[in-house]
């Protein structure tokens, strides 16, 4: 059990990792997420569930290596083991047949859209995927996302691909061409879910996105992961993590995800000098 079956680097410091939880693939559904720890006393890492294969019993997660903790399971290699993966967790995906629905992914939350688009898909819905990046090589599941879109659009911030600029400016481009786009799902950095928010907010165009609040337990009991929707407390990991973003209090959120900023660099300067806690996964 927990066993990472295969591993591949997608993106610069972004990793698909295949493990083996015959349960979690079994029982996952699109939108729903797991709990890792690499070690114990290592932090519990939420992260969205890509895919399954339940034949092979393995469960497929893609994260970036960009703190601490996930720098530490980017270490990680075919054949170690984490110590534990709590899930599925989180409700899943509302999924209906709206018609026409877009699909927006940012960096590498553009890995939780896959499922959902697949989902969405399989409900009878005319995909339209709209995916952005910083630049060209951030660029992730374009091929897979395009074989389930009938429209795929990917913009690239600094312009080396695809459109120039941001994911919104693609879709307010889709909007004016006549596009009539009945649904929005978004999934990324959250100015990103904001922005998406706001403007299909501007022509009433029903839209989910995928909060990632900081998680501790992931069921409820912590209340580390409480967000403000339509003016209630919500905790992201049994009630969401998906939510009506034109009714998200975006503002909130960015200000309670940056709560342990201080604390998370000085973890990642002392794990610069110490590897001792991870050797346990070997
Ligand atoms: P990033 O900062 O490089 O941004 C990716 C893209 O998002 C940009 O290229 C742009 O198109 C769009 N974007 C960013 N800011 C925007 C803005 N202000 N307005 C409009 N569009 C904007 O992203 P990254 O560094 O790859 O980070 C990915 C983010 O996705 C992380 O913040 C991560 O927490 C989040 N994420 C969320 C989930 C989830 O389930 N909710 C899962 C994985 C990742
Ligand atoms: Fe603890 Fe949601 S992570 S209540």
């Not at 004016?176 to 022509?203: C, H, Q, W």
């Not at 407390?233 to 200000?255: I, Q, R, S, Y």
């Not at 610069?272 to 991870?278: E, I, P, S, T, Y």
Request: glycine letters at 12%; a negative charge; aromatic letters at 6%.
């Amino acid at each position: 059990m927990n066993e990472i079956i295969a591993k591949e680097e997608i993106a610069p410091s972004t990793y698909g990792y295949d493990i083996y939880h015959p349960r979690i693939a079994k029982k996952r559904k699109a939108g729903q997420f797991v709990i890792i720890r690499t070690h114990d006393g290592g932090e519990r890492v939420p992260l969205t569930i890509v895919g399954s294969d339940v034949q092979a019993g393995t469960v497929t997660l893609i994260f970036q290596a960009v703190g601490h903790s996930t720098k530490e399971l980017a270490q990680l290699g075919v054949g170690d083991r984490l110590l534990d993966m709590a899930g599925p967790l989180g409700k899943a995906t509302h999924i209906e047949n709206y018609g026409k629905a877009c699909v927006m992914g940012g960096g590498y939350g553009t890995a939780p859209v896959l499922p959902i688009a697949d989902a969405l898909k399989e409900a009878g819905n005319d995909l339209i995927g709209i995916i952005g990046a910083r630049t060209k090589e951030l660029v992730i599941l374009e091929k897979e996302l395009g074989a389930i879109c009938s429209r795929l659009e990917v913009a690239t911030d600094d312009g080396s691909y695809g459109h120039q600029g941001f994911v919104t400016d693609v879709l307010q481009k889709l909007i004016d061409e006549g596009e009539k786009i009945a649904f929005v799902l978004a999934v990324g950095p959250t100015p990103m879910m904001r922005a998406v928010s706001n403007l299909t907010k501007t022509y009433g165009t029903p839209t989910m996105v995928s909060l990632n609040p900081i998680m501790v337990d992931g069921t409820g009991m912590c209340g580390g992961c409480r967000v403000e929707v339509g003016g209630e407390t919500k905790f992201a990991c049994v009630d969401g993590p998906e939510f009506d973003g034109h009714e998200v209090n975006f503002d909130l959120l960015m200000k309670r995800q940056g709560t342990y900023k201080a604390e998370e660099q000085q973890a990642s300067d002392h794990a610069a000098h110490c590897r001792v806690g991870l050797e346990a996964a070997r």
